[in-house]
């Protein structure tokens, strides 16, 4: 199984500020997506990270808001621009291999005052 | 459009059997995850059904009907540390995207 390590684990910002979220994968990876999850709900889907190509967003989500970066095949970021408290979530990077399951990473806590 | 349904809580006794149904309606069909979710941590996968019929693995199945939509992820010999959140999840085809159900938070009492 993929390991993921995903930078920060949490974060305190200041509404109007941008932060910034690393995903790092231990091998080389099909597809890496970025999820978010408000306080007691289940994960919605923000974008797929194409490598060398502009991510695929889901409705709802705008490259504007969630820039998103995929150099290579193991590694991968989420930008929240323009944060507001309604940013507040945990963002979760997850990888696919081959055919097999999502593995995710720990996720970042994010709080925006 | 993409629907999948699961209810939203469900409490059971240590040493029990739960069957935690989901029901879907989605774009195409290229397999139904189930992920486990313990508070403050990530989802960690359980099982994975692409064919219609049961997977045991241990002390957890999963079945599948695709003509229904209907999946079921039974839990026997609870625990108390089963109690978590279990996620039903359905991946689209054509491609590796996958789509969450809202969660079903289990609470297992002794």
């Known amino acids: 199984s993929a390991v993921i390590s995903q930078k920060p684990s949490r974060d305190i910002c200041q509404r109007g500020t941008s932060l910034t979220i690393q995903c790092q994968v231990d091998?080389?990876?099909?597809?890496m997506f970025w999820y978010r999850q408000q306080p007691g709900q289940s994960l919605t889907l923000i974008a797929t990270?194409?490598?060398?190509?502009?991510?695929?967003?889901e409705s709802g989500f705008v490259i504007d808001k969630f820039p998103i970066s995929r150099p290579n095949l193991t590694f991968s970021t989420l930008t929240v621009s323009n944060m507001s408290p309604e940013d507040s979530s945990i963002y979760l990077c997850?990888?696919?291999?081959?055919?097999?399951?999502?593995?995710f990473g720990q996720g970042t806590r994010l709080t925006v005052v | 459009g993409q629907n999948i349904d699961q209810p939203t809580e469900m409490t059971a006794t240590e040493g029990a059997i739960v069957q935690i149904n989901c029901t879907y309606q989605t774009s195409g069909f290229n397999g139904l995850f189930w992920y486990q979710q313990h508070a403050g941590e990530a989802p960690t996968f359980l099982s994975y059904?692409?064919?219609?019929g049961l997977e045991e693995k241990g002390r957890f199945s999963s079945f599948l009907s695709r003509s229904k939509g209907y999946s079921y992820l039974l839990l026997k010999e609870l625990q108390m540390k089963d109690s978590a959140s279990y996620l039903c999840?359905?991946?689209?085809?054509?491609?590796?995207?996958?789509?969450f159900g809202a969660g079903t938070r289990l609470f297992v009492k002794a």
């Open positions: 999840a359905v991946r689209e085809a054509g491609g590796f995207k996958t789509i």
């Open positions: 997850s990888v696919v291999q081959g055919n097999t399951e999502a593995f």
């Open positions: 059904n692409v064919l219609d």
């Open positions: 091998s080389q990876v099909t597809m």
């Open positions: 990270a194409n490598q060398g190509s502009e991510a695929t967003y």
